[in-house]
């Protein structure tokens, strides 16, 4: 079996690091996706007790920084490629395995950016792809009860191109939701996409609330397992 768990942090983790660490040693992923991750003095003491927890290949999408961005942390060998040039770059980091391509997202809530354009390109080219995190997005009317999701066109396209969510693909059309405002209002920003060619190994993908309503972050982590 192979484990990933996908987890917006919130605004690097803070005095919540060490309750987040040992919430990963419990779940014990085999690869971790951070987004909201920071590269500064809490960034730097999480990687290196995840260090310690094995993850030896470890890459950010930002050098040392106070600014959201996205860690990658795995237990098994792998390489990275950070995309430079555009807007928002470092909201995206990719890491190639032997088997597969995973892209670790941080994406923009409601701003115009190009990194959608950027994974439909990616995954033509390095498949089978996995891309997870918080996409600040979802489908309307779905992921959400309104329509405020600015990216659902874009999603639709992500599909088209052969990725599947999955999330859907395991739970179908069940009310599902990463997020709640004060209001109380839940949103569905933080996805799992897979490639096609990798649902049959799929045994299961869910989200832990748990960990959000013990305020561990503001967010729900995702897992996904594959059987093997």
Same mark, same amino acid.
């Given at each position: ?69 996205? =860690?990658?942390? *795995? ?5 990275? %490629?950070?995309?430079? +040039?555009?807007?928002? #770059?470092? /909201? ?65 396209? =992500?599909?088209? *191109? ?5 999330? %859907?693909?395991?739970? +179908?059309?069940?009310? #599902?939701? /990463? ?50």
């Amino acid at each position: 079996m192979l484990k990933f768990l996908s987890w917006n942090i919130q605004q690097g983790g803070g005095s919540r690091a060490r309750g987040i660490l040992r919430f990963i040693a419990k779940q014990a992923p085999h690869i971790v996706v951070l987004s909201e991750f920071r590269n500064n003095d809490t960034g730097i003491f999480l990687r290196h007790k995840l260090l310690e927890q094995k993850y030896l290949f470890q890459f950010t999408s930002l050098p040392v920084s106070d600014t959201n961005s996205v =860690l990658i942390a *795995s237990q098994l060998p792998c390489s990275s %490629r950070l995309f430079t +040039g555009m807007d928002h #770059a470092h /909201s995206v980091v990719a890491v190639d395995f032997e088997a597969f391509h995973l892209y670790g997202v941080y994406l923009p809530h409601k701003k115009k950016h190009q990194l959608f354009p950027l994974l439909n390109k990616e995954i033509k080219t390095h498949t089978p792809a996995l891309i997870m995190g918080d996409f600040n997005t979802g489908k309307n009317f779905i992921d959400q009860k309104g329509d405020s999701f600015w990216y659902t066109k874009e999603l639709a396209q =992500l599909e088209q *191109s052969g990725m599947q969510d999955a999330f %859907r693909y395991v739970h +179908g059309e069940v009310e #599902a939701y /990463s997020w709640f405002s004060h209001q109380g209002n839940g949103y569905r920003y933080d996805h799992i996409y897979a490639a096609t060619e990798l649902l049959p190994v799929i045994k299961n993908c869910d989200y832990i609330h748990k960990a959000r309503e013990e305020k561990l972050s503001d967010h729900s982590p995702m897992f996904l397992e594959f059987s093997g």
